[in-house]
């Protein structure tokens, strides 16, 4: 009896170490605008004209640590720093994005900003519309804006360190939608 089941475990573990599970296929299409997007249903077929792809494992050849090398940077003083103040900062908007159509029906639009590398001490952002001041906040990168008007517009961000030095942001054209409700016609 002890030495069925011996046979009977081994035939299921090399039964179990043979069987492999059959993955679901992985579809390729390239849309109108040239982008290949990939997908794993196979409806995809049909509808986008997906072809199959080959998606094979990489073999494990083995593995070696790697340790990383020791690194220790050197404390920098901030206060005595003179190479600090002499940093050229990036602004951009990101949000509104160039030509975007924004729905604000109370003028209220959020201007987000990215500033590389972020400012270690106080900072503050005014954001022009047009030219004009409209708002401004202190060390944020998210500022709402009221009072938006609708139709096309310019927001360029200009930012002032404590240092005195401005940084300016790139200009970006959006428009703004303001639908009135109960007008007659």
């Known amino acids: 009896m002890k030495g069925f089941i011996t046979i009977l475990s081994f035939t299921f573990c ?18 109108e605008n040239g982008v ?3 997908g794993d249903e196979e409806r995809l077929v049909q509808q986008k004209g997906a072809k ?12 070696t640590a790697i340790t ?16 600090l103040q002499n940093i050229n900062y990036i602004l951009s908007v990101l949000s509104p994005t160039p030509d975007q159509v924004i729905r604000a029906n109370n003028g209220v639009i959020t201007v987000v900003t990215g500033i590389n590398p972020r400012p270690k001490g ?3 952002l005014k954001v022009f ?8 906040a ?14 096309e517009h310019t927001v360029q961000v ?5 240092n005195g030095k401005i940084f300016a942001s790139n200009s970006v054209k959006f428009s703004v939608l303001r639908v009135a409700l109960g007008r007659k016609k």
């Open 14 to 31: 090399f039964l179990l170490a043979n069987v492999t599970q059959a993955a679901p296929g992985v579809y390729k299409w390239v849309d």
């Open 122 to 124: 106080d900072f503050s």
């Open 52 to 63: 199959p792809i080959q998606i094979t494992t990489p073999k494990k050849i083995g593995s």
């Open 68 to 83: 990383p090398p020791k690194y220790t940077p050197k404390p920098i003083n901030i206060r005595n720093n003179t190479n």
């Open 158 to 162: 200009k930012m002032a360190l404590k």
């Open 36 to 38: 290949s997007h990939y």
């Open 138 to 151: 202190n060390n944020t990168t998210r500022i709402d804006v009221e009072g938006v008007p609708r139709g």
């Open 129 to 136: 519309i047009d030219n004009s001041l409209y708002a401004s």
